[in-house]
């Protein structure tokens, strides 16, 4: 059976950080392209980072410089590092598999984790 | 970037009825759409992609057609579990983007 689970979400302050953990069964990530997805309150989901099977990985520009997307193939996990975080990045954030027909279509996701920026 | 706008934003609708929802894009997008449900706390649930193919164990009440800006999401007979969220989803490239969303709510 597939299971992603996220943990690492919590209360921050603007300018602070956080890591986010995805664990995953069922599959092995460094295999497949991994992605976090957000979604603030009320909103629809917005795309945040890509990591490729090659270890390449690609940011959406209002997460670029900030967040790090990373895997660690020992433990079956993916990461999120999130510095700098502005009010902007309260979301639930999610981690997803990309289906085997494309990249950028989720056929797999995590329950969430939230995470919320303020004083 | 490319913009995804659906309506309508608020859908009510009864049991039994079939229901459309539209997605329009900013450009072409061919034909790599998607379509998702989402109930409140959970994580969206892959329905449809490359436009009208049906993901594995979805129901067939649930279709999708169109290509290049526009497309739509059909569900031919309203089922009390179809009531949710949804939303399109263009992947032209890796930096893909969702639409705002449709409420389908139960009249």
């Known amino acids: ?119 | 970037d490319i913009q995804m706008t659906q309506s309508p934003s608020t859908l009510s609708a009864s049991v039994g009825d079939r229901v459309t929802v539209t997605c329009r894009a900013s450009q072409s997008i061919s034909s790599w759409l998607a379509w998702y449900q989402q109930k409140p706390g959970k994580a969206p649930k892959l329905l449809i992609y490359d436009a009208s193919i049906l993901e594995s164990g979805v129901p067939s009440r649930f279709s999708g057609s169109g290509s290049g800006t526009e497309f739509t999401l059909t569900i031919s007979s309203l089922q009390p579990d179809d009531f949710a969220t949804y939303y399109c989803q263009e992947y032209n490239t890796y930096r893909s983007a969702f639409g705002q969303g449709t409420k389908l709510e139960i009249k």
Not at chain 1, 82 to 97: N, Q
């Open chain 1, 1 to 119: 059976e597939v299971q992603l689970v996220e943990s690492g979400g919590g209360l921050v302050q603007p300018g602070g950080s956080l890591r986010l953990s995805c664990a995953v069964s069922g599959f092995i990530v460094s295999s497949n392209y991994m992605s976090w997805v957000r979604q603030a309150p009320g909103k629809g989901p917005e795309w945040v980072s890509l990591i490729y099977p090659s270890g390449k990985a690609n940011y959406a520009d209002s997460v670029k410089g900030r967040f790090t997307i990373s895997t660690d193939n020992s433990k079956n996990t993916l990461f999120l590092q999130m510095d700098s975080l502005r009010a902007e990045d309260t979301a639930v954030y999610y981690c997803a598999r990309a289906s085997l027909t494309g990249m950028a279509v989720f056929d797999y996701w995590g329950q969430g984790t939230l995470v919320t920026v303020s004083s």
